[in-house]
């Protein structure tokens, strides 16, 4: 088969564009999944919100017998699912062993079912891992701190296997941005964000604004 010179032409440049990246194609940046149970889920995530390169910030339930468990099954402590956040993160901006120290340093990781007045095993401290390196790096950090007595009691948050993730109702996420004047907020998340403050102000997002990020 013959193929004319204006043919051969237009399906060399076909091909040559077919090979220009578009100008909305950029490398999309990379995204790790993280999991930490630290009592209730409204503090934690209102926490990690404001980490610099971590997005999509959700409280949920994970570790537990039932599938697809209500906000009010959690809260019997009879069902095994802890509250917890999952997140994503850009491992080029943020590390999971600053992650870790922010999750250890913004709750209390040496008592086992109670944070505040929230009192039951579904408020147990516990890192949830999503791969074998994250496993070796939380329990040698965990090692690590208990070694080095950094807290005045041993650290008893747990190391477990990421499982399924229950995301929590619409009404229990992005919680202390919608209401950051109620007094569970007042009372109980703003002291952990004057700590994230104190502890890490080179981790902050610049723009508090964007501490939600896009879901």
């Not at 004319?4 to 091909?15: D, E, M, P, S």
């Not at 889920?41 to 537990?64: D, K």
């Not at 999952?86 to 040496?110: A, G, I, S």
């Not at 948050?157 to 499982?163: C, F, K, L, N, P």
């Amino acid at each position: 088969m013959t193929i004319n010179r204006h043919a051969l032409l237009a399906l060399i440049l076909l091909a040559a564009w077919c090979c220009v990246p578009s100008a909305g194609s950029a490398e999309e940046p990379k995204r790790e999944t993280a999991t930490f149970g630290g009592g209730c889920y409204w503090c934690v995530e209102a926490v990690f919100q404001r980490i610099e390169g971590v997005s999509n910030v959700r409280p949920g339930f994970m570790g537990g017998r039932i599938e697809n468990p209500t906000y009010r099954q959690v809260l019997t402590g009879r069902t095994g699912h802890v509250e917890v956040i999952q997140l994503e993160y850009n491992p080029d901006v943020v590390t999971f062993e600053t992650l870790l120290q922010v999750f250890w340093r913004t709750h209390d990781p040496t008592t086992k079912n109670r944070q505040g007045p929230d009192v039951g095993p579904q408020y147990r401290s516990v890192v949830f891992t999503h791969t074998d390196q994250q496993r070796d790096v939380a329990q040698q950090y965990k090692r690590l701190l208990n070694r080095q007595k950094a807290f005045q009691s041993p650290i008893v948050t747990s190391i477990e296997r990421a499982s399924t993730f229950y995301p929590a109702d619409a009404d229990h996420q992005d919680y202390f941005n919608r209401n950051p004047d109620k007094q569970y907020c007042q009372a109980y998340i703003v002291p952990k964000l004057k700590k994230l403050e104190e502890l890490f102000p080179d981790q902050l997002k610049a723009d508090p604004a964007n501490s939600t990020d896009a879901r």
